[in-house]
């Protein structure tokens, strides 16, 4: 999901001081790639303590953190990290919205066809007077009769560009009374998943790795509970194809979601949840006993950073409560368990999840 930091408000009003104040100032950034040096010249701009702190590093850090948690920036690669001091640092964050270097102008002043007379009374960016124009051109050609398409589809069509419409949707063009994709003839296409029907319960059990996706679904442990689908979350993508959920063959009343403990495999899930909630499906919760096999099987291996006390607490909130303890004890010491130690001969202990 894309965000515009510089409307976020409510985003910011969640942040502690220091990541707010690195929100505020992504929001002038021009490019879509933040270096190290330029946000740590941004985190002393919003705090000039932190120039002669022995903590500059660290609050960074769980600045950063904060960001990526509401999904202001996106960390790089693993091996795009400044690993000289702990914490570890990224060397780089991606903005997926930069902002725009744009003039506004007065809606009036340009003709619009009946159905886009409100665009009259707006004051409009560079990148709002070239979608509007295009979406005239569309409706004057007779678009209204073209057959519906994917987004990305016509995205390319009037932009030149295949994602940027679905980005543009999530904005004040689409709010209500404005532009809807009804009318330019296109539908949202949700990412898909993999998954395998494995009994007629009416639950998702869904596996971020596809090792134990594969175990799982053999091991016909899930069969004799409520669970009726399991799926192959496949990483981060799971977090953008959560909504793929309303295409399975029946509708789905819980979901359940088993991945590595570490910070990567909490924030899919974490991530994913808050984006169910958006969407109006049902909560995501943790399978339970699939942590607890893992807590007891798994064997801790380092992670290529430690993560902060209070992300990690974050993070760990969302597991049930005995297994919050010790997971952030985990992630505060660099350490990861993965998910593959809950394998066949550990599920075979279970009788149903």
């Known amino acids: 999901m894309r965000v515009d ?26 490019r879509a ?43 790089p690669t693993a091996g795009a990290f400044d690993k000289t001091a702990r914490p570890h640092l990224p060397r780089f964050v991606w903005l ?21 007379a409100w665009a009259a009374e707006l004051s409009l960016t ?4 070239e979608l509007l124009s295009a979406v005239n051109r569309f409706l004057r050609d007779d678009g209204y009769e073209r057959p519906v398409v994917p987004v990305r589809e016509r995205s390319l069509e ?32 949700r990412a898909p998943f993999v998954f395998r ?16 996706f594969d175990s799982v679904v053999r091991s016909g442990i899930a069969r004799t509970g409520d669970i009726g689908f399991v799926a192959y979350g496949a990483g981060r993508q799971f977090e953008a194809s959560v909504e793929f959920v309303r295409e399975l063959p029946r509708p789905i009343t819980a979901i359940s979601y088993f991945g590595d403990l570490d910070d990567p495999g909490l924030s899919i899930a974490v991530n994913a949840a808050r984006n169910a909630d958006r969407a109006g499906l049902p909560p995501i919760t943790p ?41 952030t004890d985990l992630l505060v010491r660099g350490e990861r368990l993965a998910q593959e130690a809950v394998g066949v001969e550990a599920l075979a202990s279970l009788r149903d999840l």
């Open 5 to 30: 930091v510089a409307a976020d408000a409510t985003a910011r009003s969640e942040l502690t001081s220091l990541a707010a104040g690195l929100c505020n100032r992504l929001s002038g950034h021009r």
């Open 197 to 212: 029907e494995i009994g007629p319960g009416d639950g998702l059990l869904v596996i971020e790795n596809h090792t134990t």
């Open 96 to 116: 997926d919205r930069p902002a725009p270097i744009s003039r506004r102008v007065p809606g009036h002043t340009l003709s619009w066809r009946p159905e886009l």
């Open 158 to 189: 009037l932009l030149g560009n295949e994602k940027r419409l679905e980005v543009l949707t999530t904005g004040t063009l689409f709010a209500p009374g404005r532009l809807t994709v009804g009318l330019l003839r296109c539908r949202i296409v």
């Open 287 to 327: 399978a339970e006993q699939l942590y607890s096999l893992l807590l007891e099987h798994g064997r801790p291996a380092p992670w290529e950073r430690t993560t902060s006390a209070s992300r990690a607490r974050r993070l760990a909130a969302w597991l049930p409560g005995p297994q919050r303890g010790p997971v």
């Open 33 to 75: 790639k933040v270096s190290l040096n330029q946000l740590t010249a941004m985190a002393v701009d919003a705090d000039p303590a932190l120039a002669t702190s022995v903590d500059r590093r660290p609050r960074l850090a769980e600045a950063v953190d904060e960001l990526v948690d509401h999904e202001i920036v996106r960390l």
């Open 126 to 129: 560079e990148e709002h007077v």
